[in-house]
Structure formats: structure tokens, C-alpha cells
């Protein structure tokens, strides 16, 4: 039986993919600020993580760089294509 789960799920997954591309980018960007002037304790680090962290996926959501349309393409692609195998077999 032939499963397709090339749609929204696809998207999402193609954003968050993106949202992680953007994070580690952002992670760059922060290295090169240095420091704010804020307290290097570990609740300070936290909320500077977390702030980055949801920087990155904001940014994705409201499309990002426009990289998840050419991933979630090529999910598509090869999903057309019969090459995927099975993207998802229930064992996650």
C-alpha cells in the first residue's frame, strides 16, 4: 500500500528544518555580538537560549528565508518519484 505524507506535514517539517538552519545561523550572529551586558550566570544563558531559539522558529513560520519551499519541493520530488521509501514507519 502506497502511504503519501507529502502536505502539511511535509511543511512543517520543511519549516522546522529551516527554523534549525536559521538557529544555528543565529548562533553565529550571537558569537559575533559578544557580550551584551547581561549576567553570564546559567538562568541568564537560559533565557538567552531560549530567546534565540524562538527568534529562529518565528522567523521560519513567517517563511524564513524561503529555504523550506525548496526542501519541502524536494520532499515532494522524491516522494513522486517512488525514491523515498518509507519516510515514516511508525517506529518513531
Same mark, same amino acid.
Given at each position: ?5 507529502? !502536505?502539511? &506535514? ?7 528544518? *529551516? /527554523? ?6 543565529? +548562533? ?8 551584551? !551586558? @547581561? *549576567? *553570564?550566570?546559567?538562568? /541568564? ?15 521560519? +513560520?513567517?517563511?524564513? @528565508?524561503?529555504?523550506?519551499? +525548496?526542501?519541502?519541493?524536494? @520532499?515532494?520530488?522524491? *516522494?513522486?518519484? !517512488?525514491?523515498?521509501?518509507? &519516510?515514516? +514507519?511508525?517506529? &518513531?
Amino acid at each position: 500500500m502506497e502511504r503519501r505524507y507529502i !502536505g502539511i &506535514l511535509g511543511k512543517k517539517l520543511a519549516r522546522d528544518f *529551516e /527554523s534549525v538552519l536559521l538557529m544555528r545561523l543565529f +548562533d553565529q550572529v550571537k558569537e559575533s555580538i559578544g557580550n551584551w !551586558g @547581561f *549576567e *553570564e550566570d546559567g538562568a /541568564s544563558q537560559q533565557v538567552q537560549g531560549l530567546f534565540w531559539h524562538f527568534l529562529a522558529q518565528d522567523a521560519a +513560520d513567517k517563511g524564513g @528565508f524561503g529555504l523550506w519551499q +525548496d526542501i519541502y519541493q524536494s @520532499f515532494k520530488e522524491t *516522494e513522486d518519484a !517512488g525514491t523515498a521509501g518509507p &519516510l515514516m +514507519d511508525g517506529t &518513531l
